[in-house]
C-alpha cells in the first residue's frame, strides 16, 4: 500500500513545479511560502525570505509599494500590475504581478503573489523602442534614411488570384485608410504590408510592427502607448510605437490575439487619433496609418469573441485575402526556383535542376505552412544535396513519407495507417509553429499535455 503523501508537501511541490514566482504571506504580512523561481528572479535564497515579514526580506520595498502589503490592508485582487524593482544583485527586474487575498469562512489569512518576469522581453522591447526613437530623429535631422525589406515587386506570383491582390495593394497605398490583411500564418502578410507602405506617400516615415501574440496585455499596452514616470512601480517617461509611428505606418500583427480590453483603447486611437500614456492625464495627437493582419477569418474572429465587431468594422475598410499556398498551384515552381537561387548564393551551391518527381509531391502536399514551409523545405533540401540536382531524398523526412505512402501498393491497415497520418500532423504542427508545443496543440485543437503525451509515444523528435 502506499504511503500517503502530506497535503502541505504536495501543495508545496506543485507550487514550486510552476514555472512562475510564488510569493504567500499570512495574514500579517510574514512569508509562508516562497519558491525557487522567486528566488532566482530576485537574487536571493529561499531561506533569506521564508518566515520574514516582507519589508524586512525586501527593504527597498515599502507599505506602499508592496502589491502583497497593499492587498492585505484593501482585500482587493491586484489583477496584471506590471511591476519594475532591482534585486540584490543590482539586476533590473520586469515582471507582470498578480496579487490575490486568501479569504477563509470569511476571514482574510493572507495574500499570494504570481509573477511572470519579462524582463529579457522587456528590454528587449525597451531597446527597439530606443532604436526607433533614434533613428526617427536622425531622420527628422535629414541624417538618416530608412530601409524598408520589401516592395510591392518583391512579390513573385503567377497566380491570378494573388496578382489581383497587388493590384489592390498599389491601389490602397496612397489612400491612407486603415487595412486589413487576412491570411494564414506564414503566407507572407508582411510582404503586403510593408509594400503599401512602401508605395505610399508616408514611404519616407516610420514604418514600425508589432505581433499582438508576443507580449502580455499590460506589456503590449505599455509598448504600444507609452508609460509616464510612476505609473507603476520602476516605469519611465517613454514614447509607446504610436508616438514613434508618427506619420507612418503601424503594422499589428496577429490582431486577433489582442486582449478586448486592449482591442477597445486601440479603436478609441483609430476613431480619435490621440493617444494616452499609461498613468498620464495629457493625450497626444499623432498621425499614424495603422495596417492589421490576422490569420484566421475575420468573421469567425468575431462571431467567436476574440475580435471586437466595432473594431473588426473600423479596420475593415479596406480588406487583402492572401490566398494560401495550397490553392496557388501556379506559384510552386516559381516560388521554388526562386529559394533555389536564393540558398545557391548562401550556401555557395550550384543546383541547376529539380527533379520533376518533387514538383509531383509539392502539388500533392497541403502546405499548411504556406510559402514559410516550403522556404524551409527548400532550404532543408539544399543542405543536403552534394550534386546538381534536387531529388526527393533531399527533402524533409515528413515528405518523403508521404511519397513512400502514395507509392504503397495494397491497403495499409487502418491502425498503421491513421498512426502515419497522426505523425505527420504533428511534425506539420510542430514545423508551422517552430515546434512550440503550446501553438502546435492549439493548432491540432488538443490539450498541451495530449500533445507531449502523443510526441513521446511516438518518438517524434521536436
Given at each position: 500500500?502506499?504511503?500517503?503523501?502530506?497535503?502541505?508537501?504536495?501543495?508545496?511541490?506543485?507550487?514550486?513545479?510552476?514555472?512562475?514566482?510564488?510569493?504567500?504571506?499570512?495574514?500579517?504580512?510574514?512569508?509562508?511560502?516562497?519558491?525557487?523561481?522567486?528566488?532566482?528572479?530576485?537574487?536571493?535564497?529561499?531561506?533569506?525570505?521564508?518566515?520574514?515579514?516582507?519589508?524586512?526580506?525586501?527593504?527597498?520595498?515599502?507599505?506602499?509599494?508592496?502589491?502583497?502589503?497593499?492587498?492585505?490592508?484593501?482585500?482587493?485582487?491586484?489583477?496584471?500590475?506590471?511591476?519594475?524593482?532591482?534585486?540584490?544583485?543590482?539586476?533590473?527586474?520586469?515582471?507582470?504581478?498578480?496579487?490575490?487575498?486568501?479569504?477563509?469562512?470569511?476571514?482574510?489569512?493572507?495574500?499570494?503573489?504570481?509573477?511572470?518576469?519579462?524582463?529579457?522581453?522587456?528590454?528587449?522591447?525597451?531597446?527597439?523602442?530606443?532604436?526607433?526613437?533614434?533613428?526617427?530623429?536622425?531622420?527628422?535631422k535629414g541624417k538618416a534614411k530608412q530601409v524598408h525589406s520589401y516592395t510591392i515587386t518583391d512579390i513573385l506570383t503567377n497566380d491570378p488570384a494573388l496578382m489581383a491582390v497587388k493590384n489592390q495593394v498599389e491601389k490602397v497605398a496612397n489612400a491612407d485608410s486603415a487595412v486589413l490583411v487576412v491570411g494564414e500564418t506564414g503566407t507572407g502578410k508582411e510582404l503586403f504590408v510593408q509594400s503599401i507602405h512602401h508605395s505610399s506617400n508616408r514611404s519616407e516615415s516610420p514604418f514600425i510592427a508589432q505581433n499582438c501574440a508576443a507580449l502580455p496585455e499590460s506589456l503590449l499596452e505599455s509598448i504600444l502607448f507609452g508609460t509616464t514616470k510612476g505609473s507603476y512601480t520602476g516605469a519611465i517617461d517613454r514614447a509607446g510605437l504610436f508616438e514613434l509611428a508618427d506619420g507612418g505606418s503601424l503594422f499589428l500583427d496577429e490582431l486577433n490575439s489582442m486582449p478586448l480590453e486592449l482591442q477597445a483603447k486601440l479603436l478609441r486611437v483609430l476613431e480619435d487619433g490621440v493617444v494616452r500614456r499609461i498613468g498620464d492625464q495629457k493625450t497626444r495627437k499623432v498621425?499614424?496609418?495603422?495596417?492589421?493582419?490576422?490569420?484566421?477569418?475575420?468573421?469567425?474572429?468575431?462571431?467567436?469573441?476574440?475580435?471586437?465587431?466595432?473594431?473588426y468594422y473600423r479596420l475593415n475598410v479596406f480588406s487583402l485575402f492572401i490566398p494560401p499556398l495550397r490553392e496557388r498551384n501556379y506559384d510552386i515552381e516559381l516560388l521554388t526556383s526562386h529559394f533555389v537561387e536564393q540558398f545557391n548564393e548562401r550556401f555557395s551551391k550550384n543546383i541547376r535542376n529539380v527533379e520533376?518527381?518533387?514538383?509531383?509531391?509539392?502539388?500533392?502536399?497541403?502546405?499548411?505552412?504556406?510559402?514559410?514551409?516550403?522556404?524551409?523545405?527548400?532550404?532543408?533540401?539544399?543542405?543536403?544535396?552534394?550534386?546538381?540536382?534536387?531529388?526527393?531524398?533531399?527533402?524533409?523526412?515528413?515528405?518523403?513519407?508521404?511519397?513512400?505512402?502514395?507509392?504503397?501498393?495494397?491497403?495499409?491497415?487502418?491502425?498503421?495507417?491513421?498512426?502515419?497520418?497522426?505523425?505527420?500532423?504533428?511534425k506539420q504542427a510542430l514545423l508551422q509553429t517552430n515546434s512550440n508545443i503550446q501553438q502546435a496543440s492549439a493548432l491540432l485543437e488538443i490539450p498541451r499535455q495530449t500533445l507531449q503525451y502523443k510526441i513521446q509515444k511516438l518518438n517524434i523528435l521536436v
Open positions: 500500500m502506499n504511503a500517503t503523501i502530506p497535503t502541505n508537501e504536495m501543495i508545496s511541490a506543485i507550487l514550486n513545479s510552476i514555472d512562475e514566482s510564488i510569493h504567500a504571506v499570512d495574514k500579517n504580512g510574514m512569508t509562508i511560502f516562497y519558491n525557487q523561481v522567486a528566488a532566482d528572479h530576485d537574487g536571493v535564497s529561499v531561506e533569506e525570505v521564508l518566515g520574514k515579514h516582507v519589508l524586512e526580506a525586501f527593504p527597498s520595498l515599502t507599505k506602499e509599494t508592496s502589491t502583497l502589503l497593499k492587498v492585505l490592508e484593501t482585500k482587493q485582487a491586484i489583477i496584471q500590475q506590471p511591476q519594475r524593482y532591482e534585486n540584490i544583485k543590482g539586476q533590473f527586474i520586469d515582471t507582470v504581478n498578480t496579487t490575490i487575498p486568501i479569504i477563509l469562512d470569511d476571514q482574510l489569512i493572507g495574500a499570494v503573489e504570481i509573477a511572470k518576469d519579462y524582463s529579457t522581453i522587456k528590454s528587449l522591447g525597451e531597446k527597439v523602442l530606443d532604436l526607433q526613437a533614434r533613428i526617427k530623429t536622425q531622420v527628422k498621425n499614424v496609418r495603422v495596417i492589421a493582419a490576422i490569420n484566421e477569418s475575420p468573421l469567425d474572429c468575431v462571431q467567436n469573441g476574440i475580435m471586437r465587431p466595432d473594431l520533376h518527381t518533387v514538383f509531383e509531391l509539392f502539388h500533392q502536399y497541403n502546405w499548411p505552412g504556406n510559402v514559410r514551409e516550403l522556404k524551409h523545405t527548400i532550404e532543408h533540401a539544399m543542405i543536403m544535396v552534394e550534386g546538381h540536382t534536387l531529388t526527393v531524398k533531399h527533402l524533409p523526412i515528413q515528405l518523403q513519407q508521404i511519397k513512400k505512402s502514395t507509392e504503397t501498393k495494397g491497403v495499409q491497415p487502418l491502425r498503421s495507417a491513421m498512426q502515419e497520418m497522426e505523425i505527420s500532423l504533428i
